[in-house]
């Protein structure tokens, strides 16, 4: 319990963290990071040793227009749609902004630690995959953000995105290779881990004079516009996000059209609720914002399995329910009961879609068959070679629970020690008093302070 009615001295400042930062970068990527043999001047030779007879072979062309899209995601989506405060515009999208882009750099190596060394030469091979994996660790990250939205410093949140990919590395390496589980989407690997490691924040960080700035808490006309932009471009582009790593062919294809099915009927489901449960039968724009993407976070992991058209009409539909009653049953009992403050509500987007996404996904698995997948399309779905070959589908399915219990094992525990480090009283919070309010952090111009007054 944070009871913070006063800002404490900033001992470490934004800018000595930047530039730290940055030099630490630069001074590891000359160390370590290379490009591989598809963005190398020796992808000529490689050509030519692999029979190779054009350049459209080159992963870039098949991976970058996912890249463009998970990117867009990352930096438009993720930051309009944190915009929704009266007045933590600035904090939203510009946080994100920081965070992405402090993250991205530190991923790129992590990951690559684990799944890009060559250890004939000790340096780390990164092509446009990686570009993609770094995105998707720094979700985990944007994710943890939105739970503790408006109450931490821009130096607590690089401290929390230093840790949290950290984690995300080492139980990404854990679910995904130790494991074997799939999760292309990542329902367990990004959304149920980064919900849970910010929500164990927001535990560890509970402030209970939040209501000191309760006045600041809302969303006004235009901010709630700004937000539903980023839902949008989320909701557009979330078939790339689920498909961006499979397998090229069947899997990727079947991939986008799970989730593009799921999301349309999370939509329709989303405003079923919303007006049922709303007085006079209007529509929240908060759960429109919010719910209509819960089935985009949990058709991720088994996206590229044969889920079925109607089954990822199914999962959305139950996405949309659970979502919706989240934010109007759920959200309001955490922060009562259970101490937490969860601002943007990832509990009901990212964390309850995301475990249900890792259940739909073992089921899935487990339920495969050869005359449902073919011999050749069930090795490739499921990765069943070398340590794997024999690998029966009921026994993947038991490894996708598996790999569902440590993402909430790495979300839940690294958050509650994350959150003991935060709590020291060094990073610069905000006040009780101070939270939700872009003036904290930003020059905001007197032209603007009347606009948001207003």
């Not at 990117?71 to 993720?78: P, Q």
Request: proline content about 3%; charged content about 15%.
């Amino acid at each position: 319990m944070c009871d913070r009615t006063k800002n404490t001295n900033v001992r470490f400042s934004l800018p000595a963290v930047c530039v730290v930062w940055q030099t630490a970068m630069i001074i590891l990527f000359g160390v370590f990071i290379r490009y591989d043999e598809e963005s190398d001047p020796h992808w000529l030779e490689h050509k030519k040793l692999n029979n190779i007879s054009s350049d459209i072979e080159n992963d870039f062309y098949f991976r970058y227009p996912s890249f463009q899209d998970v990117h867009v995601m990352i930096f438009v989506g993720f930051g309009f749609l944190m915009t929704f405060l009266k007045r933590y515009s600035f904090g939203g999208v510009g946080f994100n902004f920081l965070i992405a882009a402090f993250g991205l750099q530190w991923a790129l190596l992590m990951q690559g630690w684990f799944h890009s060394l060559d250890y004939t030469d000790g340096k780390i091979k990164i092509g446009i995959e990686n570009l993609i994996n770094a995105d998707f660790c720094v979700a985990g990250c944007l994710i943890a953000y939105g739970a503790l939205l408006g109450k931490v410093s821009p130096v607590q949140l690089m401290v929390l995105t230093l840790f949290g990919i950290t984690l995300f590395a080492v139980e990404e390496y854990i679910i995904l290779n130790l494991i074997h589980a799939r999760d292309a989407g990542g329902s367990m690997v990004i959304h149920t881990f980064g919900a849970y490691y910010g929500l164990s924040i927001s535990w560890m960080l509970y402030r209970p004079n939040l209501d000191q700035s309760s006045r600041l808490q809302g969303s006004v006309y235009h901010s709630d516009v700004f937000a539903t932009i980023g839902t949008l471009f989320l909701w557009m582009f979330w078939p790339s996000f689920n498909s961006a790593i499979t397998d090229h062919g069947d899997g990727q294809h079947r991939a986008v059209i799970n989730t593009y099915l799921a999301l349309a009927s999370t939509v329709l489901t989303t405003v079923a609720m919303s007006s049922l449960f709303q007085k006079h039968g209007k529509l929240d724009m908060v759960h429109v914002q919010n719910s209509t993407l819960a089935g985009g976070v949990a058709v991720g992991t088994a996206a590229e399995f044969m889920l079925m058209p109607y089954g990822s009409l199914i999962v959305g539909f139950c996405c949309g329910v659970i979502s919706t009653l989240g934010y109007i049953y759920i959200s309001p009992f955490l922060e009562k009961y259970m101490k937490v403050q969860d601002t943007c509500g990832v509990h009901n987007l990212h964390a309850m879609p995301g475990v249900i996404g890792g259940i739909v996904g073992a089921i899935t698995a487990a339920a495969a068959s050869e005359s449902v997948y073919g011999h050749e399309g069930l090795v490739k779905t499921f990765d069943f070679e070398g340590a794997f070959e024999k690998m029966e589908p009921t026994t993947q399915g038991g490894h996708q629970a598996g790999g569902l219990c440590v993402a909430l094992i790495f979300g839940i525990g690294g958050g509650m020690i994350v959150g003991a480090i935060l709590r020291l009283p060094i990073w610069g919070d905000p006040a009780d008093d101070n939270c939700f309010d872009d003036e904290t952090y930003w020059e905001v111009r007197e032209f603007e302070k009347s606009l948001l007054c207003s």
